[in-house]
């Protein structure tokens, strides 16, 4: 979480922060299963299309886009919001979690719309190996 304002290591992405490539990937991710989902009925595996919806829906749920933009670029006072947002989770021990009326929300939000991202592709993985049989992907 530290880095997410470092620069995406993509050739192509010049200074964008790592985190705004994120959520990028994650929506074109997301578009992609959408139109999956629409051209091919998957009613004989409802398994793996609740889990396609999971990860639509958590993906879906909320766009940060924006707003982590707008912090990648805003001043405060002397230092940068990044700057601020790098110590404030550079600082931080244990679980992330909301605070009220707080300026780290939405990362608290993105660190979990994340694990929960990560958590439904490695399960919707598993799940087309155990339609496939024992074959790799």
Known sequence: MRDLFSESLLIFDGQTPAVLRCLVTLRDLQLHIE?????????????????LL??????????????IKFDSEA????ESM???IK????????????????????????????????KLLNQYELQLTQVLGSETL
Not at 54 to 67: A, C, K, Q, R
């Open 82 to 84: 990044k700057d601020f």
């Open 35 to 51: 139109g999956m989902l629409a051209r091919l009925p998957l009613r004989y595996f409802p398994q793996i299309s609740e889990t």
């Open 87 to 118: 110590k404030t989770i550079a600082n931080h021990q244990g679980k992330p979690e909301y605070k009220r009326s707080n300026v780290i929300n939405k990362y608290v939000a993105f660190y979990y719309m994340l694990q929960n991202a990560v």
């Open 75 to 78: 001043k405060l006072g002397d």
């Open 54 to 67: 999971h990860f639509i829906e958590t993906v879906g749920y909320v766009d940060l886009y924006e707003g």
